[in-house]
């Protein structure tokens, strides 16, 4: 079965600050994908960045890089140059080869103090 | 593009009333949607796959008479919750894939989530 683990229930970074989310995953499949959602208090989920397991470079999107290190199992999600904006829910998320459906991890919420 | 709408936003009913959440598509079709429920301060959880024009496939311990699924046509599928009680209070959040997307196909984009509240 695939399991996505998030150990930082709580992060608090101050303002401009570069941080990262961490996030491992176990899973016996060759292929599978990785997301980074951000849930801001309105609840709405917004789709960050994907990893596809055979992607040769760590993805970017903007001010969102996903630290891929395939032979750890882990997919961390850097935010550079923090803003008071990224404060919210971040949830790490996989599928695998045959399945459509996300597998979430527990999230981890940020804080970023001015 | 790849928005999807969901409405209502938020709910009350009674106790014993059955509730309909709307999940929309809105610059994409999609044959394939995805109903969660998150409770506060959790994450989300799985309830069922909505099939265009076939039935769902609900996860475990998800009971399918209570949570009605319909998925009529590419860009909307409902979520019925019959004879809501309190526990049943939560946030259902729906999603889409949008296969057209070049990257990261398997990508699920979510609706705004609706918050049900029954008294």
């Known amino acids: 079965a695939q399991k996505i683990t998030q150990t930082q229930p709580g992060m608090f970074v101050q303002e401009k600050e570069a941080v990262t989310l961490d996030c491992t995953y176990d899973?016996?499949?060759?292929?599978?994908?990785l997301f980074w959602y951000k849930q801001p208090s309105s609840g709405e989920m917004i789709f960050l960045i994907y990893q596809g397991s055979y992607d040769q470079q760590n993805a970017t999107e903007g001010r969102y890089s996903l630290n891929f290190q395939k032979a750890r199992k882990s997919a961390n999600l850097v935010i550079s140059a923090s803003q008071l904006g990224d404060s919210a829910m971040y949830f790490c998320a996989m599928t695998h080869q045959g399945a459509q459906k996300l597998v979430f991890g527990q999230g981890t919420r940020l804080t970023i103090n001015p | 593009g790849a928005v999807v709408s969901q409405h209502p936003s938020r709910v009350i009913c009674k106790s014993g009333t059955s509730v309909k959440i709307e999940c929309r598509s809105l610059?994409?079709?999609?044959?394939?949607m995805f109903w969660y429920r998150q409770f506060p301060k959790q994450s989300l959880m799985l309830m069922a796959t909505s099939n265009e024009g076939s039935k769902a496939t609900y996860e475990q311990g998800v009971e399918k008479d209570k949570f009605l699924i319909n998925h009529a046509s590419l860009t909307l599928s409902t979520l019925t919750v019959t004879s809501a009680h309190p526990e049943d209070s939560s946030f259902y959040i729906c999603s889409a894939r949008d296969p057209g997307r070049p990257r990261g196909t398997d990508t699920q984009y979510f609706g705004p989530g609706t918050r049900l509240t029954v008294l």
């Open positions: 899973t016996s499949d060759p292929s599978y994908g």
């Open positions: 610059d994409f079709q999609a044959t394939t």
